[in-house]
């Protein structure tokens, strides 16, 4: 079955950086796009970043645009998240989910990860 | 970008009930509406896409309408595994944004 498994958080400084990271399994990676969606504690569900199946157009929230960079490796089947100059505001479970196609295009996400918590604190 | 709305933000009901929540787009996404649930502490799960269509392995008590700007969700008849947090999303155009959620608890 599908499977989606993020990893990477934990507690960062204001202004330092963090790698996330989606492992994918159960099914053709590479024919997939891929978002990632986060959660601040209590609140409501943020699109973040979403890659095409081949990794070539990737479009980003306005809130990361320029700080973050979404990224994947097919032929390891795993989805990257690189946030740099953090901020307090990014404090939340981060969360991948895979389109239901390959661009991510009008389309839905039809499948989630557990997600991984990144608490941004000095 | 496209501001996405829903009606009430949270509501109590009993089991048996007939649930209906509503979604507003800020602008034409003509069927590019998507229905989430969550519960405390998971990820999110797919119910409705497409506004209409009902996701593999979901309940037919769930039920999606509507296009252009004004969408509903309904549940025929609620269940205790439907208290949850209920979210709207377009995916009509980048940035894909989400509604705020509607809370269903017990009454």
């Known amino acids: 079955q599908v499977q989606l498994m993020e990893s990477g958080g934990g507690v960062v400084q204001p202004g330092r950086s963090l790698r996330l990271s989606c492992a994918a399994s159960g099914f053709t990676f590479s024919s997939y796009g891929i978002h990632w969606v986060r959660q601040a504690p209590g609140k409501g569900l943020e699109w973040v970043a979403i890659?095409?199946?081949?990794?070539?157009?990737?479009y980003y929230a306005d809130s990361v645009k320029g700080r973050f960079t979404i990224s994947r490796d097919n032929s390891k089947n795993t989805l990257y998240l690189q946030m740099n100059s953090l901020r307090a505001e990014d404090t939340a479970v981060y969360y991948c989910a895979r389109d239901w196609g390959a661009s991510g295009v009008r389309g839905y996400f039809d499948s989630w990860g557990q997600g991984t918590l990144v608490t941004v604190s000095s | 970008d496209i501001q996405m709305t829903q009606s009430p933000s949270s509501l109590s009901a009993s089991v048996g009930d007939r649930v209906t929540i509503t979604c507003r787009a800020s602008?034409?996404?003509?069927?590019?509406l998507n229905w989430y649930q969550q519960k405390p502490g998971k990820a999110p799960k797919l119910l409705i896409y497409?506004?209409?269509s009902l996701q593999s392995g979901v309940p037919s008590r769930f039920s999606g309408s509507g296009s252009g700007t004004d969408f509903t969700l309904t549940i025929s008849s609620l269940q205790l595994e439907d208290f949850a947090t209920y979210y709207c999303?377009?995916?009509?155009?980048?940035?894909?944004?989400f509604g705020p959620g509607t809370k269903v608890d017990i009454k």
């Open positions: 602008q034409s996404i003509t069927t590019f």
């Open positions: 497409a506004a209409s």
């Open positions: 999303q377009q995916s009509f155009s980048t940035p894909i944004t």
């Open positions: 890659i095409w199946y081949d990794g070539s157009n990737k």
